[in-house]
């Protein structure tokens, strides 16, 4: 028999306002197998937890149970304190009267009533709990960055100096993502390639860091510590090792049709191209869909004037499999389509750009070379009309829910470089509202307002008409409550940001949780934001929510240290509330290894020996370092052999028929 | 609020169908509406004035004779909050009242011109008479 | 295929040109328009007020009636499209409403929304298919700069009318281009005439439709087409007073006859 004791938290009155604790304690006296209840304003305290402690020595308890807030805040609390008076630190059990009760409770008595269940509930299961001891499972010290922006070249980069390996895998043919693009940077406007290149650099050389550019992630199994993974390296046409770099393919390729994504469409590349200049790894690729000796088997020009001799045509997939210990996701975002906000006329007019479009071509290195010219005829715009929150905030379907957070800042920021350099050009901005939290940001909206003259009209576009080779712009303007029709020569749309494509189907492989919007969910909002919910898998930039760099790459080096400390532990505590198979029920039918999504069961053939014969039977047999516990084995098993410790079938029963009492 | 004017903002509401607190006060229905010269009340505004109860200037503007129903507003609008019902709420206010008439039978002889199809003639009843 | 049809009043007076050629270009595709007998006028704009009853009345009636003939319930004029299709929405959506409406005209079955409301381009896009006019186009107009005038009703709001892309349609341009023309787009084509409010204010309604016609012949039109008899009014005359604006305006189905050569 038991010796349990009970502790009733008040949580201020977080609790105590909704549930009345004295009846609790009252009722749990009379629970089999409790022989203390006690309460306290805040269990979690010093004075809190040393009461426990007192009391499993005075009564002399074999388990506790701790009526208080959701086990996610203090169950490691409780547990501790346990452990430190002599209990096993899983005979200790929490029922959750906060978040499950007072929280969502209005009426007291009824609150009260449910705190009751709870708590008996789990003294049920309580009565039936056996001590655990963890098993431990070693950690490969190696961590996998998925998506090398900003994010995954800081995460990496951080990693890599305290000395551990760290690979990035990058889909594109070079790492930088959106921040290769950018032209200038606010709040400060330095160049975004002056910034971003010495870190490319730094990870290309970094002894410890491996790039795998070109390559995409196929498959992640395993669990924290020891995930194993699938990689695919895409084939480039070119041998990366004996490539120069010198280029002289990309210019000689006849193929010219491919639009050049680097620069958004606005040009056009070879099928045998380096995204830009300052490229990492600087190898080109083969657009095979553009290339002429792939579609007809003719041209190989390329392979003729490379000096290396190292287009190779007959190149194929590779796949890399390697262990890691932890992973970091770092997939970041793209701007949305802008199908469902044709009434501006993205698809009507080469004018009507995003604004990622225009710092390519505010970028020295972009189509234009740097110069403002409006994309239909090359022209000086006179009159420009920047668009925010266009397809954020919009609960229609159409578009985004949220706000995309960088937006009012680098529509600041292109009205300012522009008034500066063409201080002939009108510049309008329609907003909603000018978000600026951030230091020294406000501020800089209000340079461009009040120093370069930027016209801010609080009110927002209805329509765009190309009209005789301008742009109507028909909007309004509601401090001056009116309808006003500009006559602008291009229009440039602050476009919403969404997570890459690719977040839903990594979020499947590594069971991570993604939110509606498919952005990562952290483990918890503010306490634990560069952690996923799944043991080992780390949030880096935007793939976690919108983000400018200085967050995106604070973010970064967060979940840099966070998997720094997982990486220096050399081994990991393993949850003990593991399946095992009842070997004497076990029919073998493999119903349990068919589900486990850990792959943690395997069979072995065991002797038996039942009236005096001896038979050989095929019997599951898990692997505790692998189990995590999910419990799938034990719904599927068909003959009960199948059970998951801390979690029997017999607790499940007992705390049902509680609740049920 | 008064309670009276309280009571007629809730009868627009739900009449209209509409959520008044759904509007973020961006201005793309008075960005978007093709009437807005001949208007003295601005589709935004509609929405906030129902929001304060002042369904009375509502009813004595001139915008709700002007507004065609186009839907540009509804359609626009980043919050599905539907400016134009607000609109066909208050003229449906006004016109239910005794001889409020906006149009009557005796005005329609000298609008009439021998291609004006009867669609014209039923819509413009439907819309400014009970 | 056989669909009951919805032909509304203006089509039989007024706007017989939308009508008489839409039946004729139908039975020479193959498709019987069979008229919805004892039809009564949809009331020509939608009730937007949704305490408004008696007003969606007569919409029900034709849509409960195809429901009992197993047909789909096809349309022509914009404007019946538009109030018929919002109206089976309703039904479909509101269960104040359809519960009024059913205790009030109490049918012999509940109508419950099921019938589906086609509107008659998209039948020829989806039962006929715009390759098969092309096809049996014997006088295509090759070479004719053509402007499709959408304007509100057949398009907005489009989570109810479902019909095309609200601010960049393509269905009346892909029409345009079965007939062997070229579709002109223009940005206006799905900006409102002034519609019903011509009868009140009509330098309004001549404002909008300047808008209209000069946006399309600075893209070099020789004609608009358009599926609604009041837009053709309020187009026609708003344009076609003054010769600096002269510009022809057609029913889709003339041309569309015409084309057939029929
Ligand atoms: C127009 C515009 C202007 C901006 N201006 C500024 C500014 O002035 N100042 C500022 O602070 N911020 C600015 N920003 C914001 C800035 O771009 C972002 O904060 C930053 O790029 C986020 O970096 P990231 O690494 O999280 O995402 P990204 O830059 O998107 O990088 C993600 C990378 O992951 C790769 N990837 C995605 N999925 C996979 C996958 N499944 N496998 C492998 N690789 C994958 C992508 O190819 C990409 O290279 C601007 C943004 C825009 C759109
Ligand atoms: S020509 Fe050869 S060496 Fe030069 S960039 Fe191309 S593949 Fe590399
Ligand atoms: S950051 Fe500014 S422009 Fe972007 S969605 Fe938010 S409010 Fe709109
Ligand atoms: S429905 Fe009325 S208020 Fe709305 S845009 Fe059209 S005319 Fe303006
Ligand atoms: S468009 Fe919608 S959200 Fe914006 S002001 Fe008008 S009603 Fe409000």
């Known amino acids: 028999m038991q010796r349990i004791g009970v502790f009733v938290c008040w949580c201020g009155t977080n609790i105590a306002a909704t549930v009345d604790i004295d009846t609790v304690v009252e009722a749990m006296k009379y629970e089999p197998g409790v022989v203390h209840a006690s309460d306290y304003q805040y269990m979690c305290s010093e004075a809190g937890q040393s009461k426990i402690k007192q009391a499993i020595k005075e009564h002399n308890l074999t388990g506790i149970v701790v009526c208080a807030c959701s086990p996610r805040m203090h169950e490691t609390t409780f547990r501790k304190a346990a452990k430190a008076a002599g209990l096993n630190q899983y005979m200790v059990e929490i029922a959750n009267i906060r978040e499950h009760c007072a929280w969502i409770h209005k009426d007291r008595k009824e609150a009260t009533e449910k705190a009751v269940v709870l708590a008996r509930t789990a003294v049920a299961k309580l009565n039936l709990n056996t001590p655990l001891t963890p098993g431990e499972s070693s950690v490969v010290k190696r961590a996998l960055v998925i998506g090398g922006g900003i994010a995954g070249i800081q995460s990496a980069l951080d990693i890599a100096e305290a000395g551990y390996e760290v690979d990035i895998v990058e889909k594109q043919p070079t790492i930088g993502g959106k921040m290769a693009q950018l032209d200038k940077t606010f709040p400060t406007l330095d160049c975004a390639a002056c910034i971003l290149t010495p870190k490319m650099v730094d990870a290309a050389s970094h002894e410890n860091i491996n790039l795998y550019t070109y390559s995409e992630v196929d498959s992640v199994g395993g669990f924290v510590g020891n995930f194993n993974v699938k990689i695919r390296k895409k084939a480039r046409s070119v041998k990366a090792d004996i490539c120069s770099g010198c280029g002289i393919c990309t210019e000689k390729c006849p193929s010219r049709k491919a639009e050049n994504e680097f620069n958004l469409g606005l040009n056009k590349r070879g099928a045998i191209y380096i995204p830009f200049a300052q490229a990492i790894p600087n190898v080109p690729v083969i657009d095979r869909d553009q290339c002429i000796k792939f579609k007809t088997g003719k041209c190989g020009l390329c392979a003729k004037v490379c000096p290396a001799d190292a287009i190779d045509f007959s190149q194929q997939d590779e796949i890399v499999e390697k262990q890691y210990g932890a992973v970091v996701l770092a997939t970041g975002f793209n701007p949305i389509k802008l199908d469902n906000f044709d009434e501006f006329g993205y698809s009507q007019s080469k004018d009507v750009i995003t604004s990622l479009e225009l710092e390519r071509i505010m970028n020295a290195a972009g189509p234009t070379g740097g110069k403002l010219l409006r994309p239909s005829d090359n022209g000086h715009p006179h009159t420009m009309v920047f668009v925010q929150c266009v397809g954020s905030r919009d609960t229609t379907g159409c578009g985004k829910t949220y706000c995309s957070k960088i937006c009012c800042m680098y529509t600041a920021k292109h009205a300012m470089l522009i008034r500066e350099k063409y201080p002939d050009v009108d510049v309008h901005v329609f907003y909603i509202d000018v978000r600026t939290p951030g230091k020294n940001f406000d501020e800089f909206y209000r340079r461009a307002a009040e120093d370069y003259g930027v016209n801010y009209i609080k009110g927002m576009v209805g329509k765009v008409a190309p009209t005789n080779g301008k742009l109507l712009v028909q909007g309004s303007d509601l401090i001056a409550d009116r309808q006003l029709v500009i006559e602008a020569d291009m229009v440039v749309l602050a476009t919403a940001i969404e997570p890459d494509q690719t977040a839903k189907s990594l979020a499947t492989m590594l069971t991570a949780s993604i939110d509606t919007n498919n952005f990562f969910t952290e483990a918890h909002p503010k306490l634990r934001p560069v952690e996923s919910p799944t043991a080992g898998v780390f949030l880096s930039g935007v793939c976690q929510g919108p983000k400018d760099i200085p967050e995106t790459v604070a973010q970064a080096s967060a979940a840099a240290v966070k998997v720094i400390g997982l990486l220096s532990k050399d081994k990991l505590m393993c949850n003990p509330c593991v399946a095992n198979s009842n070997e004497l029920l076990c029919n073998g039918c493999s119903n349990c290894q068919h589900v486990c999504p850990y792959g943690a069961i395997d069979y072995v053939e065991k002797e038996f020996r039942a009236g005096g014969k001896t038979s050989l039977r095929r019997v599951a047999q898990v692997n505790e370092a692998i189990c995590q516990g999910c419990g799938a084995c034990t719904v599927v098993c068909p003959s009960g052999a199948m059970d998951l410790k801390g979690f029997t079938n017999q607790q499940i029963m007992a705390e049902v028929d509680a609740i049920c009492r | 609020m008064h309670q009276k004017t309280q009571l007629q903002a809730e009868t627009i509401r739900l009449i209209s169908g509409t959520n008044t607190r759904k509007c973020m006060k961006c201005g793309k229905c008075t960005a978007s509406c093709p009437a807005f010269a001949e208007m003295d009340i601005s589709p935004h505004k509609f929405v906030s004035m129902v929001e304060h109860g002042e369904i009375d200037k509502l009813m004595a503007s001139k915008s709700i004779w002007k507004c065609m129903s186009c839907f540009a507003c509804v359609e626009r609008c980043p919050r599905g909050v539907e400016p134009a019902s607000i609109i066909e709420a208050v003229r449906q206010t006004v016109i239910r009242k005794q001889n409020n008439n906006y149009l009557r039978p005796e005005n329609i002889p000298e609008l009439l011109d021998p291609k004006i199809p009867q669609q014209a003639l039923v819509s413009a009843f439907r819309k400014y008479s009970k | ?262």
């Open chain 3, 1 to 262: 295929m056989t669909f009951d049809y919805y032909p509304g009043c203006t089509l039989k007076t007024k706007a017989k040109d939308l009508d008489i050629h839409a039946r004729n270009a139908a039975l020479a595709l193959g498709i019987e328009l069979e008229e919805l007998p004892e039809w009564q006028c949809c009331g020509a704009v939608y009730p937007i007020a949704r305490d408004e009853i008696a007003t969606r009345l007569t919409s029900v009636r034709a849509l409960a009636s195809a429901r009992d003939r197993g047909r789909e319930l096809l349309t022509l004029c914009s404007a019946c499209h538009h109030v018929i299709k919002r109206v089976n929405n309703d039904i479909q959506t509101d269960d104040e409403i359809r519960n009024k409406v059913n205790n009030y005209l109490a049918p012999d079955i509940e109508y419950n929304g099921e019938t589906k409301v086609v509107h008659y381009l998209e039948m020829l896009r989806d039962t006929v298919g715009f390759d098969t006019i092309r096809e049996k186009a014997v006088k295509p107009m090759t070479g004719k700069r053509i402007g499709a005038y959408y304007g509100c009703l057949l398009l907005r709001p489009n989570n109810v009318m479902a019909f095309d892309n609200p601010e960049n349609p393509t269905i009346m341009e892909d029409f345009i281009r079965a007939l062997g023309a070229e579709p002109v787009l223009y940005p206006y084509r799905n900006e409102c005439c002034g519609g019903y409010v011509a009868m009140d204010d009509k330098n309004l309604a001549a404002q909008k439709c300047k808008n209209i016609t000069s946006s399309a012949l600075e893209r070099d039109v020789d004609m608009l087409i358009t599926a609604c008899p009041l837009c053709m009014y309020n187009l026609d005359i708003n344009t076609n007073t003054a010769e600096e604006t002269k510009l022809p305006i057609y029913y889709f189905t003339e041309l569309l006859a015409q084309v057939l050569d029929i």
